[in-house]
């Protein structure tokens, strides 16, 4: 800028001193150079201005960024983050956009075995292996572990996959947590535009369906959306509109299956078993619907219908197991809703058993525990369920009391043709006689197994040989001709 204003001087004063031998062509020359020397330092001064504007928006952004990222991991804060991407979308309308929805799986284990500050540092290493895999990627968080990522110009969905089992064996790699090594591990859900989605809301949406089908394969896995997906959507859609229609019209019915003692004769409870005779569909098997319900509230409205029905059964039973699916357990009020409900049908909480899966000691936090601990205070009987079909079998020994240990069918199945099923029913036995809870063998099938179990030390036995699961009505003639 300085240069251009002293050659604008110099041309000044040269004009003066020609202009007295009033040469026209050496005028011209001098006014094309004087013009020369003013476009030089407007254009200076332009460039300096544009800068100074881009620093200035740089800031701006920077201000905007930080006042509106989350706190803890660096990453955009929800709106923040969908309204950058919509803004992305809008003005670059044929740009293509992939959009990543990560999951961090076990995230509730993670603060369980170790506090809520070793989920933090989860959550930071996850944003940051994020950033240094797509240094140029939008990264916003969505929830308390669920992430989004944005990929602009991109839409190779093979390529996209290649990255997310990049991301996928990084987190695997230990770090260090409350001075333990830990591996770490997501699922995620991926979606493109414009081939997937025609706008963000429907992006998300697609990613999410994505995410779901990985979550249901087993976590630790990158599944990208396909239109078959929204099959799955519609079914899921219409079997839970369907059952909570089912509930309040009271067309769901139990079926009972006989828990019978070591006499192979003497039934000492009943398992309550839910299903749905539809309307249009036929028979739902319950596989169809528990895990629909679960992601709604329909799972309480079902858990209360089915514990109230058996409840009123009770007198006819002697005794009842009902399963509560883990969903129902994480409720702060669950035991005062199933207290409530036994006043109602005025019920003797020590002829109640309670099941759980396996899953839910592995998942518990500080509200399972406590609602399983207040069960039994109340009298009510806890039963594992599906026990060694796990990875959790030996952690939850410790982990909790209850009273009955039911083995999984697989172990059932072949204990007379593998050796080791058959060892890991003996230990399963003896270990129980050591704590001591009632252990029952799911599954069994024929008399041969039955043999095999009660010389394990199975103090218990429910499978097809000893009764199939029946209505109420037709329950003494089943029990009668099996024990025939």
Known sequence: MLIGALLVFCLAALVIGFGRDRSIDVLHAIMALLVAGLLITIRAGYGALRRRVALVDAAKNAVLEAANSDALTGALNRSYFIDQLGQHVHFRARQAVSYLQVDMDNLKVLNDTHGHGAGDIALVHLVRTLKSLMP?????????????????????????????????????????????????????????????????????????????????????????????????????????????????????????????????????????????????????????????????????????????????????????????????????????????????????????????????????????????????????????????????SLYYLRRFAFDVIKIDRTYVANIGENRVDAMIVSAICEIARSLPVEVVAEGVETETQLTLLKAAGCTGFQGYHLGRPQPLARLASAVAAAAA
């Not at 006499?263 to 749905?276: F, H, I, P, Q």
């Not at 006043?343 to 899966?357: F, G, L, S, W, Y």
């Open 136 to 392: 140029d990627a939008i990264i916003g968080r969505l929830g308390g572990d669920e992430f989004g990522v944005a990929i602009l110009g991109h839409d190779n969905k093979a390529a996209l996959k290649r990255i997310g089992t990049e991301l996928l064996d990084r987190l695997d790699q230990p770090i260090h947590i409350a001075g333990r090594p830990v591996r770490l591990s997501a699922t995620i859900g991926l979606a493109v535009m414009p081939q997937d989605a025609s706008d963000v809301s429907d992006l998300i949406s697609k990613a999410d369906l994505a995410l779901y089908a990985g979550k249901r394969a087993g976590r630790r896995s990158i599944v990208a959306f396909e239109p078959d997906m929204l099959g799955d959507e519609r079914h899921r859609r219409f079997v839970e509109r369907e059952l909570r229609a089912a509930i309040l019209l009271n067309e769901l019915a139990l079926h009972y299956q006989p828990i019978l003692a070591a006499d192979g004769t003497t039934v000492t409870s009943y398992e309550a078993l839910v299903r749905w005779q539809h309307k249009v569909r036929g028979m739902i098997s319950p596989a169809d619907f528990i895990g629909i319900a679960e992601q709604s509230d329909l799972i309480d409205k079902l858990g209360e219908w089915v514990l109230r029905r058996a409840l009123g059964d009770l007198p006819q039973l002697g005794a009842v197991g009902v399963n509560v699916s883990p969903v129902q357990l994480r409720r702060t009020d669950f035991v005062e809703r199933f207290a409530a409900i036994l006043a109602e049908r005025a019920a003797d909480p020590k002829k109640v058993t309670v099941e759980i899966t396996e899953s839910v000691p592995l998942l518990a936090g500080d509200v399972e525990l406590a609602n399983l601990a207040r069960l039994r205070a109340l009298g009510v009987r806890v039963a594992i369920d599906d026990f060694g079909a796990g990875h959790a």
